[in-house]
């Protein structure tokens, strides 16, 4: 985004209602405290109990992470706007979200085709799930979602680099996102578009062909179960992570039916905000309420924070 006339941007947001802005910053502001205290409880509880030290914890200690990182990178900002009135970003202030917030979407996606790669050894591989998933191929797997988000972003976000804003400063959305900002460019916005798409079909493609993959073998596995009580053991145990890969490919879908930035961006928008408000709030509580070892888990630590606050009184 190599700007000659442009140092600043406008952030149309949402809506111009006044009352309708205090029910978007009260909602928004909800969701995402809830967001940072669920999986903040997450990563705390996978780290200080001992019986979440395996390998599918492990994944969804990053997990989290990457929720917090993604909502963060979009939500707080919108957040003041609103609170503020101030709807201006700066040039680089917004090259920094749109770079962390498709670097963290990206990642994401790579991590959840590798937790559906560690349930697969889980249902599959049982006897061997120890050796296999073992904290040097599980440290390799993430150092990888995180090398390849990397690669795939860094084209189109060279490309972006070269972009011109002659006319327009005003980008249609509540946060700095490629697709509104190629609208208001006067550069030939035709070869980006296409890499934009090009890379956001590669990564959906790959990622959502490892979940299908995995989740075919663990589908015959389980149904070649004698018992029943096994086969709904092995299925409660993906179903949380089945769930969260519903909603996170589902969005994404509706994102891209329309991929060209010269469009109407209005459900795209509608889409954004519920990938960085709702689903970062939702996956804590469907991995915790469906986990009975992450249950058992919180439920001990609130009894130790209970005991070490009786015995200060004391």
Same mark, same amino acid.
């Given at each position: 985004?190599?700007?000659?006339?442009?140092?600043?941007?406008?952030?149309?947001?949402?809506?111009?209602?006044?009352?309708?802005?205090?029910?978007?910053?009260?909602?928004?502001?909800?969701?995402?405290? @809830?967001?940072?205290?669920?999986?903040?409880?997450?990563?705390? @509880?996978?780290?200080?109990?001992?019986?979440?030290?395996? *390998?599918?914890?492990?994944?969804?200690?990053?997990?989290?992470?990457?929720?917090?990182?993604?909502?963060?990178?979009?939500?707080?900002?919108?957040?003041?706007?609103?609170?503020?009135?101030?709807?201006?970003?700066?040039?680089?202030?917004?090259?920094?979200?749109?770079?962390?917030?498709?670097?963290?979407?990206?990642?994401?996606?790579?991590?959840?085709?590798?937790?559906?790669?560690?349930?697969?050894?889980?249902?599959?591989?049982?006897?061997?799930?120890?050796?296999?998933?073992?904290?040097? !191929?599980?440290?390799?797997?993430?150092?990888?979602?995180? *090398?390849?988000?990397?690669?795939?972003?860094?084209?189109?976000?060279?490309?972006?680099?070269?972009?011109?804003?002659?006319?327009?400063?005003?980008?249609?959305?509540?946060?700095?996102?490629?697709?509104?900002?190629?609208?208001?460019?006067?550069?030939?916005?035709?070869?980006?578009?296409?890499?934009? @798409?090009?890379?956001?079909?590669?990564?959906?493609?790959?990622?959502?062909?490892?979940?299908?993959?995995?989740?075919?073998?663990?589908?015959?596995?389980?149904?070649?179960?004698?018992?029943?009580?096994?086969?709904?053991?092995?299925?409660?145990?993906?179903?949380?992570?089945?769930? !969260?890969?519903?909603?996170?490919?589902?969005?994404?879908?509706?994102?891209?039916?329309?991929?060209? *930035?010269?469009?109407?961006? *209005?459900?795209?928008?509608? !889409?954004?905000?519920?990938?960085?408000?709702?689903?970062?709030?939702?996956?804590?509580?469907?991995?915790?309420?469906?986990?009975?070892?992450?249950?058992?888990? @919180?439920?001990?630590?609130?009894?130790?924070?209970?005991?070490?606050?009786?015995?200060?009184?004391?």
């Amino acid at each position: 985004m190599r700007n000659r006339t442009v140092t600043t941007f406008i952030l149309l947001g949402l809506t111009d209602d006044p009352q309708l802005k205090v029910l978007i910053f009260i909602f928004l502001f909800f969701t995402y405290m @809830l967001s940072v205290a669920g999986n903040l409880t997450i990563i705390f @509880l996978t780290i200080i109990d001992c019986h979440l030290r395996t *390998a599918m914890y492990f994944f969804l200690q990053n997990f989290s992470f990457l929720e917090i990182s993604f909502t963060t990178a979009c939500i707080p900002r919108f957040l003041y706007n609103i609170s503020t009135g101030d709807k201006v970003i700066t040039y680089e202030a917004c090259a920094v979200q749109i770079f962390f917030t498709y670097l963290f979407g990206i990642t994401e996606f790579f991590l959840l085709a590798g937790m559906s790669f560690d349930r697969y050894v889980a249902i599959c591989k049982p006897l061997h799930y120890m050796t296999i998933m073992n904290n040097r !191929v599980c440290n390799r797997l993430i150092i990888s979602c995180w *090398a390849v988000g990397l690669l795939i972003i860094i084209p189109p976000l060279s490309l972006g680099l070269d972009l011109e804003f002659c006319d327009s400063n005003i980008i249609d959305h509540f946060f700095c996102d490629a697709t509104p900002l190629l609208k208001i460019s006067c550069s030939d916005t035709w070869f980006i578009e296409r890499m934009i @798409l090009g890379c956001a079909v590669l990564t959906f493609i790959m990622t959502l062909f490892c979940v299908v993959l995995s989740y075919i073998y663990i589908i015959m596995t389980i149904l070649r179960l004698s018992s029943a009580q096994q086969k709904t053991k092995a299925f409660s145990t993906c179903s949380s992570h089945m769930i !969260v890969v519903s909603i996170t490919y589902g969005s994404c879908i509706f994102i891209y039916i329309k991929p060209l *930035a010269k469009e109407e961006v *209005a459900l795209n928008k509608g !889409v954004s905000l519920l990938i960085s408000s709702i689903s970062p709030m939702l996956n804590p509580f469907i991995y915790t309420l469906r986990n009975k070892q992450v249950k058992k888990a @919180l439920k001990d630590s609130i009894k130790r924070i209970a005991f070490f606050l009786k015995k200060r009184k004391k």
